[in-house]
């Protein structure tokens, strides 16, 4: 497995942006393809990004779609979201979650970072 650990959460007004940050350790990076997740209070985790090990394939959910942007940097282990035009609905504990490259699943999660948008 990777260790993973999100930061760049924290409170922004609406329409405002915020950017998460993803560090791996401990397996080569580029082995693995992203995403990144998000739970809102009472509600269950949701899909919000993903991209490949080389970066060069992403996708979103429809909610974020043309507001969020998910990149990474193998050289820096790192995998990245930028969140523009947020929406108070965005507000949520967010996860970074590596998959192996040959696997189905996401194995690896890191704790979380909170995204808390106010009207």
């Known amino acids: 497995q990777v260790q993973l650990v999100e930061s760049g959460g924290g409170l922004v007004q609406a329409g405002g942006s915020l950017r998460l940050s993803c560090a791996a350790s401990?397996?080569?990076?580029?082995?693995?393809?992203m995403g990144w997740f998000r739970r809102a209070p009472g509600k269950e985790r949701e899909f919000v990004a993903r991209?490949?090990?080389?970066?060069?394939?992403?996708s979103y959910a429809d909610s974020v779609k043309g507001r969020f942007t998910i990149s990474r940097n193998n050289a820096k282990n790192t995998v990245y979201l930028q969140m523009n035009s947020l929406k108070p609905e965005d507000t949520a504990v967010y996860y970074c979650?590596?998959?192996?490259?040959?696997?189905?699943?996401?194995?690896?999660w890191g704790q979380g970072t909170q995204v808390t948008v106010s009207s």
């Open positions: 991209i490949n090990w080389s970066g060069g394939v992403t």
């Open positions: 401990g397996r080569t990076f580029s082995s693995y393809a």
């Open positions: 979650a590596a998959r192996l490259v040959d696997s189905t699943a996401y194995d690896s």
